[in-house]
């Protein structure tokens, strides 16, 4: 395989094709938006995250806007749905299942995804800050409304599948509910990077659960 030198000679870069060196600035915009606020990411700090030369931007994005809209469209919502599926498995509540053993476990899953969220803050407050950045900026406006709506949906599609495998049935619809678990994470995250205080995450994730249960019924 051909390589080049970078960075004085110092580094070795393998020849990307432009889908990979898209795929790369994507995920290093992401983490550098986790590290230094949507601000700080700029094409020069992505590229050496990257470990590519700035040069070579332009090959794969032809703007940093461009980059953007495609952290929030591709990086973020998988993100999210990695996340979602590692705190939402599937529980057994056993031949008799009841509310009390439902909100246990509701419970156990935000404290599953606070947990994850102490290990690597930076990826949710990335999510939030992008989504107040697109806000402010009219050209990223509707891409930021998208990326919401996707994480919607798949909080949606992580609903119906704990509905399909412990036979609860949601009595409302989960494109309704699914907003209402993104919000919750969201003020999770806001709260305990702001304050890193357990006692009131704590108290949010059981208000939390408490309002989850009412829209459940067992079949």
Request: aromatic content about 8%; glycine content about 6%.
């Amino acid at each position: 395989m051909r390589r080049r030198m970078w960075a004085k000679g110092l580094t070795v870069v393998p020849r990307m094709s432009v889908e990979q060196r898209r795929s790369a600035l994507i995920e290093s915009a992401y983490r550098v938006i986790a590290d230094h606020g949507v601000e700080g990411a700029t094409t020069r700090r992505i590229c050496a995250h990257a470990g590519m030369p700035l040069a070579s931007f332009h090959y794969a994005f032809e703007s940093r806007t461009a980059l953007l809209c495609a952290v929030m469209e591709q990086a973020v919502p998988l993100d999210i749905e990695r996340m979602l599926h590692s705190v939402m498995p599937a529980a057994d509540f056993g031949p008799n299942p009841d509310v009390d053993a439902l909100k246990a476990n509701i419970v156990r899953q935000f404290h599953a995804f606070v947990d994850l969220l102490k290990a690597d803050p930076g990826r949710m407050q990335a999510t939030i800050a992008l989504g107040i950045y697109a806000h402010n900026h009219p050209e990223l406006q509707q891409v930021g409304k998208v990326m919401y709506e996707q994480l919607y949906r798949v909080a949606s599609f992580g609903l119906q599948e704990t509905a399909e495998l412990t036979g609860l049935t949601w009595n409302r619809p989960t494109e309704e509910i699914g907003p209402f678990i993104i919000a919750a994470t969201n003020s999770i995250t806001l709260i305990y990077l702001s304050t890193g205080d357990d006692k009131v995450v704590d108290s949010i994730i059981t208000a939390v659960a408490d309002q989850l249960v009412n829209y459940v019924t067992f079949d």
